[in-house]
């Protein structure tokens, strides 16, 4: 059973529990963890998941940090969604990956010189410079969208943003059960986890020494999606987290998607085999095809 199909039913049950338990006080407590903390505890033999790395790149038509991408892969294969959150002049937080609008729309300057309603005379291009009717989307419409879809998504949030407030607004809209909290180091993940310690954080763990750091801080093993970084580790690391209950997320996106694509796309299963439980990638659709993944 796929991880994805398990968050499905595990927000059924534990939504059920809520109607049913609130005077009961560590229900209540249960509750208040995100499902996904469970849904994506390493399992032995349970399904790949693919994650689509800034919502779908490299689409015709549909750009990257983009809802109306982001529906229409969700239509087609089972996956999370990685996003980049970003903050307007007016502290609106938006979908955008870089510093500045000219890659991605067709705005100029950096971001935070505009308002939000400013940015609405923009639109986003797609990765071969396409111009499309659609716009910079809301991160509170993005949050709506997903709990309302059932759909993941791991959250990256811009340096110019804090992470206080993107942890503030999952609550306001009461998405932490499909909301995931990208940290980088230690520090971020300990932030993070003191902010909400019911979410799921993806904290780097690319070898042994930083895998040790994690471990010898107070956030549980529970609370991690170990992401490994772009590059293959040793098996061994592969095993020692599946051992501590930890899933395994690898970034196949550059180098090793550019294997895959030359190559073959075998190479998804090949690393599969390896210990790679999440792949984010650039390749969403070859990489579920290759693993098998159906919607």
Same mark, same amino acid.
């Given at each position: 059973m796929s991880r994805i199909t398990i968050f499905i039913a595990l927000l059924f049950v534990f939504s059920c529990k809520g109607k049913?338990?609130?005077t009961d006080e560590a229900v209540v407590n249960e509750i208040k963890k995100s499902v996904l903390i469970e849904a994506f505890k390493? /399992? #032995?033999?349970?399904?790949?998941?693919?994650s689509v790395h800034r919502g779908g790149v490299g689409l015709a038509n549909y750009p990257e940090n983009c809802l109306e991408t982001i529906e229409y892969v969700n239509d087609s294969i089972s996956a999370v969604f990685e996003i980049d959150v970003a903050k307007t002049k007016d502290s609106v937080l938006v979908l955008l990956h870089d510093n500045t609008l000219e890659r991605t729309t067709t705005g100029t300057d950096r971001i935070e010189k505009y308002t939000y309603q400013e940015l609405q005379a923009f639109n986003l291009v797609d990765d071969?410079?396409?111009?499309? /009717?659609? +716009?910079?989307? #809301?991160?509170t419409d993005v949050l709506a969208w997903a709990k309302k879809n059932n759909a993941i998504l791991t959250i990256d949030i811009k340096r110019s943003v804090n992470v206080a407030n993107v942890i503030e607004t999952i609550r306001e809209l009461q998405a932490e059960d499909v909301s995931?909290?990208?940290?980088? &180091?230690v520090k971020q993940a300990l932030k993070a986890y003191k902010l909400d310690p019911n979410l799921l954080l993806s904290v780097s763990a690319r070898n042994q020494e930083e895998l040790q750091w994690l471990l010898e801080t107070e956030i549980p093993t529970e609370n991690m999606l170990a992401f490994k970084g772009t590059r293959l580790s040793d098996a061994k690391l592969y095993n020692e987290l599946h051992r501590l209950g930890i899933t395994t997320m690898l970034g196949t996106?550059?180098?090793l &998607? +550019?294997?895959?694509?030359?190559?073959? &796309?075998?190479?998804?299963?090949?690393?599969r085999k390896l210990g790679i439980d999440v792949f984010a990638t650039d390749r969403p659709f070859q990489a579920a095809a290759a693993l098998n993944i159906v919607k």
């Amino acid at each position: 059973m796929s991880r994805i199909t398990i968050f499905i039913a595990l927000l059924f049950v534990f939504s059920c529990k809520g109607k049913s338990s609130e005077t009961d006080e560590a229900v209540v407590n249960e509750i208040k963890k995100s499902v996904l903390i469970e849904a994506f505890k390493y /399992t #032995k033999g349970s399904e790949p998941i693919i994650s689509v790395h800034r919502g779908g790149v490299g689409l015709a038509n549909y750009p990257e940090n983009c809802l109306e991408t982001i529906e229409y892969v969700n239509d087609s294969i089972s996956a999370v969604f990685e996003i980049d959150v970003a903050k307007t002049k007016d502290s609106v937080l938006v979908l955008l990956h870089d510093n500045t609008l000219e890659r991605t729309t067709t705005g100029t300057d950096r971001i935070e010189k505009y308002t939000y309603q400013e940015l609405q005379a923009f639109n986003l291009v797609d990765d071969f410079g396409t111009e499309t /009717t659609f +716009k910079i989307p #809301k991160f509170t419409d993005v949050l709506a969208w997903a709990k309302k879809n059932n759909a993941i998504l791991t959250i990256d949030i811009k340096r110019s943003v804090n992470v206080a407030n993107v942890i503030e607004t999952i609550r306001e809209l009461q998405a932490e059960d499909v909301s995931i909290i990208i940290t980088y &180091d230690v520090k971020q993940a300990l932030k993070a986890y003191k902010l909400d310690p019911n979410l799921l954080l993806s904290v780097s763990a690319r070898n042994q020494e930083e895998l040790q750091w994690l471990l010898e801080t107070e956030i549980p093993t529970e609370n991690m999606l170990a992401f490994k970084g772009t590059r293959l580790s040793d098996a061994k690391l592969y095993n020692e987290l599946h051992r501590l209950g930890i899933t395994t997320m690898l970034g196949t996106l550059g180098n090793l &998607d +550019k294997q895959a694509e030359t190559r073959g &796309d075998h190479l998804y299963m090949t690393w599969r085999k390896l210990g790679i439980d999440v792949f984010a990638t650039d390749r969403p659709f070859q990489a579920a095809a290759a693993l098998n993944i159906v919607k």
